[in-house]
């Protein structure tokens, strides 16, 4: 396969997938902020402000007269501005998508470019202002159709497999994310009701699509540290760290040809360490500051993956 | 070719009958469904039939269908010279067009007569040149045309094949015939649309559809291919082909991708390529990989900046050497651009009869050539009745419609003639054939030309039908995509059963 094609792939995937997880972000945010806002004081720029932290995101330009939480919506989703809103990434990975129209499957192209006009819809973008939610929806849809069409029509060959890292790689990097900010934000909210509590964790699962899958195993209220042992080491569930790594690892041994023992490179060997040490964590003795370490130490090897597959593959 | 969906329907869609197709215009140019009596040309009878049945709302829904179709497989063009952005999609016109078996028959002939003395044309040129020394054609129009590749003169192309791929304009005069307009024989687009065009029509219109026995056109990729490995150096045991695209960025990307996918070959850009030991390779996620057939959808120019322009990013350096020393093959070939070149046009006839000893099948377009200088004072005194074309732009650019031009047009192609008489070409304004075409929710004329796909490899074939392109504005006589034409579904019709 040529490596101009791998890499676009890779990248088609990685952006949409990053769409997926701001758009549901936002969502839960929106949401998270009407249950809050009779009972904390300030709950809509704790959340907002928290939600642009985790993205790396300063204050967003504000348009005369606008409201904040407004201003953040349309920054996040709308503005092709913004890089990395849910707009310019479905324009990036669609970008990608046509610059190898020729390699993917032809419905594949059509759910794609279908979920491009469907945002663009002024209309749809108008009632953002009152509520994200249909907006999101359709995002998130429209990126589960895509993958449920490439599943079926694309031979899962090489390609496929590039398909597939693009999108666990930054799976991984976002639930690490989350629990980090997320985890250091609830450390300073000691003292806080049960409920209100309960409800900022099961944001932190929604986020990560989570929430439901959570209830059917643990069958209990929502506690902090079954939460981060099951995003984290859940071998099963596709939202949990250690699931994105182990289909990375899969993939990247497809694509090489070799039983993972026999792989040698930077990419596989980074993989193989982090997996590794997910597997073998001990759940308990990760304490506050302990897997604040953690989850850095695993950003930090996540991104190094990123690297490493561009040199070994000559993406670009 | 009765159905029962051709029966009219009673009721308030006779009413809507005159709003969709009644009072319709006849101009002065051959209609292609209308007779000068008002009454449908017998092949077009039940197609004549339906649409006098159908609503304007009902033709609506489906005019909304087609473009939702497009729109959503993402058939867009790249307009260069237009200011809402660079993303456009291909308007397409639900009402098809016709040709009914005899007829295309003979274009058909004509066209595979004209491809053969233009690819003898070229190797002639190219070689002994003994139609330059017998005076046939002007020695200096050749030997001096900007398309002309001294570089190539001695090479031996594989197969003897220069044009493999051409997709000739054909236009219609006043009385029906047709005429050559001029040959695409560097790298025509438009093929892809045709079976586009195919697809959504039979989606939009399958009942219409089921009562005419349309030829298929859907064999062009799988026939492309069949030519491509043709030519393949004979080393190659199974040879990779590619196809050669400037990138997603180009007018016809979505041509490029679609015919790359259809075939099963990759689409490479330039970078994609490199040349070692004077043999082509593709980088891949696994290392090297060989290249023996290169479908190139780059100009000569942009093909290798160590030969043409060294400013070229978009060609691979080495390439016209691997391309020479035969390890490689390319469709078309370098230097083909001598044949569709304007000025060379009008001596194509003179070509049939030279090389096949034959009478041309197809005609031209009558064409004055401002160099010599009785043609020159001819064209200088008609101006706002011809069409003066520069004889190195396409794609209508660079085109002065007299009739429809302004003072200060002509004065500007009128100096620029005089200055640089060999640059242009000129012909009288051809009243292009009109066809029914959906227009504010009404039928109504509007002027198209015919884009046939010839292919030639083992032996030489042409696709049924092929692009028919129509002037949207108006009374316009510009058909090109970029200049605001759209496209319909073209059908040439099987022989009567007997």
């Known amino acids: ?316 | 070719m009765q159905n029962s969906t051709m029966a009219g329907r009673s009721g308030p869609a006779a009413a809507d009958a005159v709003a969709l197709l009644g009072d319709y215009e006849l101009g002065l140019a051959y209609d292609e469904m209308v007779d000068r009596d008002g009454g449908p040309r017998p092949h077009y009878g039940p197609l004549h039939g339906r649409l006098r049945t159908t609503s304007p709302d009902d033709f609506r829904r489906r005019k909304a269908m087609t473009d939702l179709s497009m729109q959503q497989d993402g058939v867009g063009f790249t307009v260069y010279r237009a200011e809402e952005g660079i993303e456009r999609v291909w308007p397409m016109d639900p009402v098809p067009r016709i040709i009914p078996a005899a007829e295309w028959r003979r274009v058909e002939s004509g066209l595979i007569q004209r491809i053969n003395a233009l690819n003898l044309f070229l190797w002639d040129v190219y070689h002994e040149q003994h139609i330059l020394r017998d005076g046939v054609v002007p020695a200096r129009l050749v030997l001096q045309g900007s398309s002309f590749r001294r570089e190539f003169v001695g090479v031996n192309v594989p197969r003897r094949i220069y044009i493999h791929i051409c997709g000739s304009d054909l236009i219609r005069a006043a009385d029906g015939e047709y005429l050559v307009l001029e040959d695409n024989a560097r790298t025509p687009s438009g093929v892809s649309y045709m079976l586009q065009n195919r697809q959504v029509l039979k989606r939009v219109f399958p009942a219409l559809f089921n009562a005419y026995d349309v030829l298929p056109n859907d064999d062009y990729p799988a026939a492309l291919l069949d030519v491509l490995q043709y030519i393949a150096p004979e080393s190659a045991a199974q040879p990779t082909a590619v196809l050669l695209s400037p990138g997603m960025y180009n007018s016809a990307y979505f041509e490029h991708s679609f015919l790359a996918q259809r075939m099963g070959i990759e689409l490479v850009e330039g970078r994609d390529l490199l040349v070692d030991g004077n043999r082509v390779f593709m980088r891949t996620t696994r290392g090297r990989q060989r290249v023996d057939v290169i479908y190139r959808r780059i100009d000569d120019d942009f093909l290798d900046p160590l030969t043409f322009r060294p400013d070229s990013a978009l060609g691979v350096p080495g390439l016209v050497n691997a391309y020479r020393s035969g390890t490689v093959a390319l469709a078309n070939s370098i230097g083909t651009g001598i044949a569709d070149d304007k000025g060379v046009y009008p001596f194509v006839p003179d070509m049939i009869r030279y090389y096949l000893k034959q009478e041309p099948l197809l005609n031209n377009v009558e064409t004055f050539r401002p160099e010599i200088p009785a043609q020159r004072s001819h064209v200088l005194a008609n101006l706002e009745h011809l069409v003066v074309k520069r004889v190195n732009e396409s794609g209508g650019y660079g085109m002065l419609v007299g009739p429809a031009s302004t003072k200060e047009q002509r004065e500007e192609f009128r100096r620029a003639i005089q200055a640089n008489p060999r640059d242009f070409i000129a012909q009288p304004t051809i009243q292009l054939s009109t066809h029914p075409t959906f227009v504010d929710g009404r039928l109504e004329g509007r002027h198209v030309d015919l884009r046939p796909f010839i292919l030639c490899g083992e032996r030489v074939t042409v696709t049924p039908g092929g692009l028919t392109r129509v002037a949207l504005p108006k009374g316009s006589l510009v058909v090109n995509s970029s200049q605001g034409g759209g496209s319909k579904d073209t059908w040439v019709l099987a022989e009567e059963r007997a």
């Open chain 1, 1 to 316: 396969m040529l490596s101009r094609v791998a890499d676009a792939l890779f990248w088609m995937s990685r952006y949409l997938e990053r769409a997926d997880h701001l758009s549901r972000a936002v969502d839960v945010t929106f949401h998270l902020d009407l249950d809050l806002h009779g009972v904390l004081a300030n709950p809509v720029e704790l959340e907002w402000n928290a939600l642009l932290s985790l993205l790396r995101q300063p204050p967003p330009p504000m348009a005369a007269g606008e409201q904040p939480v407004v201003a953040v919506q349309r920054w996040l989703l709308l503005d092709t501005a913004n890089p990395g809103s849910v707009m310019a990434c479905v324009n990036r990975s669609r970008n990608n998508a046509r610059s190898i129209r020729g390699s993917i499957s032809p419905s594949m192209w059509r759910e794609l470019n279908k979920l491009h006009w469907r945002l663009a819809d002024p209309q749809l973008q108008g009632r953002v202002a009152e509520s994200p939610h249909d907006f999101c929806q359709e995002a998130q849809l429209g990126v589960l159709l895509f993958h449920g069409v490439c599943e079926a029509t694309l031979t899962h060959d090489e390609g496929w497999h590039f398909i597939q890292l693009g999108r666990y790689l930054e799976r991984a990097d976002k639930i690490l994310r989350v629990l980090d900010s997320k985890f250091n934000l609830l450390e300073r909210g000691d003292g806080v009701d049960l409920p209100i509590r309960a409800l900022q964790w099961g944001a932190v699962l929604k986020n990560c699509a989570a929430y439901e899958a959570y209830q059917r195993l643990y069958i209990s209220r929502v506690e902090p540290e079954r939460v981060v042992e099951f995003l984290l080491v859940n071998p099963d569930f596709p939202h949990s760290v250690r699931f994105c790594l182990s289909r990375i690892m899969h993939s990247l041994t497809e694509i090489s040809g070799r039983l993972p023992e026999r792989c040698s490179d930077d990419v596989v060997r980074t993989v193989g360490r982090l997996l590794n040490d997910l597997v073998y964590l001990d759940g308990h003795a990760l304490d506050g500051e302990r897997l604040h370490a953690f989850l850095g130490d695993a950003l930090v090897r996540t991104a190094r993956i990123g690297h490493h597959l561009h040199e070994q593959y000559a993406l670009q």
